[in-house]
């Protein structure tokens, strides 16, 4: 080969990867073919120490894939025969190879980041909810019984590592994003398969193998961020329990119609990608556009529920008296449904030990306080009756939150001091404040209050407080899902976005006692403005709202109305929404 085409093969390839054949030697016998090993040997006896070939220049590739990529590039055929990682040798001495050992220091390395980071742009993904599906789809029926066990959630989780990032659909009618994990991690479940069954599990090559390998980013469009890493399937848990809220860099309005294209692509191929046939995927569309409907509904019905609570709703009847607008600077015209107990509760966790409680928040509203009181405008005057707690743990009371959050604990700002309660003590505390009773010593019903609460339940679930075991609980309400409803969101928003359009100030977020008392300010906010609005409207035509429920599948808005004035929200079900979280809560 001529000089020539020897320095442009080094230009496309490396110095690394080109192997030129040398001189000829008339002081000893040719050369032997290149493809022995013996060619890096130098006199007999002796040998010359062997260059590790530099087979991972980044370390956010996939291993699998980089050794595919450098193999397929090399003219040099002293290079080992591997196939995306897999090692055929145990002692991984091969020329070229990585050992088991080290390919999985690399697929289980600190990525350095922090819950909402974006991925590196070139790091390989595969969705969840795809790999699960790896046995069914590409496991033969001899191998099926031996590999299937691997990819149920009980085995998943064991003595393996995942490190969860998402993505938000294109479609913002969609709430949950899809997960996904990077593309070497799977391959080292294929690893430690292989190795304890002696067979040999591959990513697939041809058509299939771009499923395995999805990259997003190229064109400037969003990047999966990352949502944490999980050590055991209870810590897979409570990452399903943390809804992540859309970044507003990740914004698409702000891209062109190309990039859109593009992104939307690259999803639309990734679900298909677990979907199977065209029929399923249909099913699947249609039974989510009802699920969402319902949603809807249930959000409205529910508001209509707590202003029953709160006096500014009666119960639905022909006979019930008519109103056309509600005085806030009058007591309120209804009795308080049920005299419950409304109990806000907010958690703050230590952002370097995700799950590690460090404070608990609560908000206490007793509705019999409310009686012969005006909500005043905005609900004002009700604000000035609840009462706060503002627990830390006290071998935890140094911890504080500066980098994802700027974390106040110092900073209660509402009734009395902080209390510091030792680790031994707080769930004896929680199961105090979560059980009021009346003066006779009943049980008063309960009902608890939370934005995003599901993420709060499921670490006071951590603390050993079950939510289910509550014997007084009537209800939950997520006071997120209830301001979507008014707005007509399709993604739920922060804390402090709802509370700035009420209206409402606010200072020391993150303090969990300032938060839980904030998350109810706003809810009985929105009852009072969410009543005031509907009475405005007046009531609404049946057979026009029963035409919207048959179209409800063709049509993406509907589910907003409940019946206006017609109805009353109907009877509370005591039941904890989005939690526990399996698989199936993420568009995985």
Known sequence: MGSHAIENLRKMFGNQNIWEKPPPSPEKPPTPPPQHVTRLRGKEGTSKPKIKPNVINDPYSSSDEELVVNKRNCTNKVLPEMRRGYQRGKGGNEPGTLSTAELDAVAFQDLGLKEGDKAPENMAFVPWKFLVRYPEMYVGKTNNPLVAPYFEESSLFKNHHWDFFYLFEPDERVEYPILFVPTRQLDALLRRINQKHNIYLTIPGGGNEAKFYR??????????????????????????????????????????????????????????????????????????????????????????RVQRYMGLRQRASPNAEKFTAIDVNEVVPFENEGSVVFICVDVETYEKSPGLVTELGFAILDTRDLVGVPPGEGGQDWFKLIQARHLRIEEYSYMKNTEYVMGCPESFAFGSESEFVPLGQVLKVTEEIMSPKSPSGELRRVVLVGHDVKQDIALLDSIDFDVYEMRNLLEVVDNQKLHRHRRRFYNGQGLSAVLAGLDISYMFLHNAGNDAVYTLQSLIRLAILKRQESLARGPKDKTSSATRDFESELNPEAGWSTGGEDSDGGVAEPKVPGFPKTAGAYAT
């Open 215 to 304: 990259r997003f980013g190229g064109l400037g469009t969003p990047l999966p961020r990352y949502l944490g890493r999980t050590s055991d399937a209870a810590s897979y848990k409570r990452l399903l329990a943390i809804t992540p809220l859309p970044e507003p860099e990740d914004d698409l309005t702000k891209l062109t119609q190309f990039q859109r294209d593009d992104f939307e692509e690259m999803v639309k191929m990734c679900k298909e990608s677990w979907r199977g046939d065209g029929g399923k995927g249909k099913n699947k569309k249609k039974n989510k556009a009802t699920e969402r409907l319902e949603n809807r509904k249930d959000w409205g019905r529910q508001t209509k």
